[in-house]
Protein backbone atom coordinates (compact mmCIF):
# COMPACT_ATOMS: atom_id res chain seq x y z
CA UNK A 1 0.00 0.00 0.00
CA UNK A 2 1.62 3.25 -0.89
CA UNK A 3 1.87 5.95 1.75
CA UNK A 4 0.59 9.18 2.09
CA UNK A 5 3.35 11.87 1.34
CA UNK A 6 2.18 15.40 2.28
CA UNK A 7 3.48 18.10 -0.11
CA UNK A 8 6.89 19.72 1.48
CA UNK A 9 5.73 23.66 0.17
CA UNK A 10 3.57 23.79 3.05
CA UNK A 11 6.57 25.53 5.20
CA UNK A 12 7.37 28.12 2.09
CA UNK A 13 3.57 29.27 2.43
CA UNK A 14 3.48 29.56 5.75
CA UNK A 15 7.13 31.46 5.53
CA UNK A 16 5.14 33.67 3.21
CA UNK A 17 2.52 34.52 4.75
CA UNK A 18 4.19 35.62 7.99
CA UNK A 19 5.88 38.24 5.98
CA UNK A 20 3.34 39.47 3.93
CA UNK A 21 1.40 39.98 7.06
CA UNK A 22 4.03 41.91 8.45
CA UNK A 23 4.14 43.88 5.67
CA UNK A 24 0.66 44.64 5.67
CA UNK A 25 0.83 45.84 9.93
CA UNK A 26 4.02 47.77 8.75
CA UNK A 27 2.18 49.78 6.11
CA UNK A 28 -0.78 50.24 7.77
CA UNK A 29 -0.50 51.10 11.00
CA UNK A 30 3.55 52.05 11.52
CA UNK A 31 3.90 54.01 8.32
CA UNK A 32 1.12 56.24 9.11
CA UNK A 33 2.13 56.34 12.90
CA UNK A 34 5.72 58.10 11.73
CA UNK A 35 3.93 60.77 9.81
CA UNK A 36 2.78 62.59 13.11
CA UNK A 37 3.15 65.99 13.17
CA UNK A 38 6.79 67.37 13.71
CA UNK A 39 8.36 64.19 12.34
CA UNK A 40 10.54 64.31 9.02
CA UNK A 41 8.08 62.83 6.65
CA UNK A 42 5.54 64.76 7.63
CA UNK A 43 7.99 67.71 6.76
CA UNK A 44 8.93 66.34 2.98
CA UNK A 45 4.72 66.36 2.44
CA UNK A 46 4.39 69.50 3.27
CA UNK A 47 7.16 70.29 0.71
CA UNK A 48 5.50 68.76 -2.02
CA UNK A 49 3.29 70.54 -4.31
CA UNK A 50 -0.12 70.74 -3.14
CA UNK A 51 -3.18 69.15 -5.09
CA UNK A 52 -4.32 71.22 -8.64
CA UNK A 53 -7.92 71.98 -8.56
CA UNK A 54 -10.15 69.79 -11.17
CA UNK A 55 -13.57 70.50 -12.46
CA UNK A 56 -15.81 67.42 -13.46
CA UNK A 57 -18.40 68.03 -16.08
CA UNK A 58 -20.88 67.21 -16.12
CA UNK A 59 -21.24 67.50 -12.62
CA UNK A 60 -24.31 65.40 -12.46
CA UNK A 61 -24.86 61.95 -14.33
CA UNK A 62 -28.07 60.69 -15.01
CA UNK A 63 -28.16 57.15 -15.32
CA UNK A 64 -31.37 54.99 -16.71
CA UNK A 65 -32.48 51.65 -16.13
CA UNK A 66 -34.63 49.41 -18.40
CA UNK A 67 -35.79 46.17 -17.95
CA UNK A 68 -37.07 43.85 -20.70
CA UNK A 69 -41.02 42.50 -20.62
CA UNK A 70 -39.56 38.86 -20.64
CA UNK A 71 -38.25 39.05 -17.25
CA UNK A 72 -39.54 36.87 -14.34
CA UNK A 73 -41.93 37.57 -12.28
CA UNK A 74 -41.96 36.44 -8.47
CA UNK A 75 -44.32 33.63 -9.00
CA UNK A 76 -42.18 30.50 -9.27
CA UNK A 77 -43.25 29.14 -12.76
CA UNK A 78 -40.90 25.82 -14.20
CA UNK A 79 -39.67 26.27 -17.40
CA UNK A 80 -40.08 23.46 -19.65
CA UNK A 81 -37.57 21.02 -20.75
CA UNK A 82 -36.17 21.97 -24.11
CA UNK A 83 -35.86 19.14 -27.29
CA UNK A 84 -32.39 17.33 -25.88
CA UNK A 85 -32.68 17.32 -22.25
CA UNK A 86 -34.26 14.31 -20.19
CA UNK A 87 -35.94 14.73 -16.63
Do not use: K, W
Not at 8 to 36: D, K, R, Y
Not at 58 to 86: F, L
Request: one cysteine or more; hydrophobic letters at 50%.
Amino acid sequence: MNRYQPPSHHPAFAVAALALTALTIALTVVVPANMAPGSRMSAIMAAAPSATEVIISPACIDTVGVREASVASGEGRVAPASQGQSS
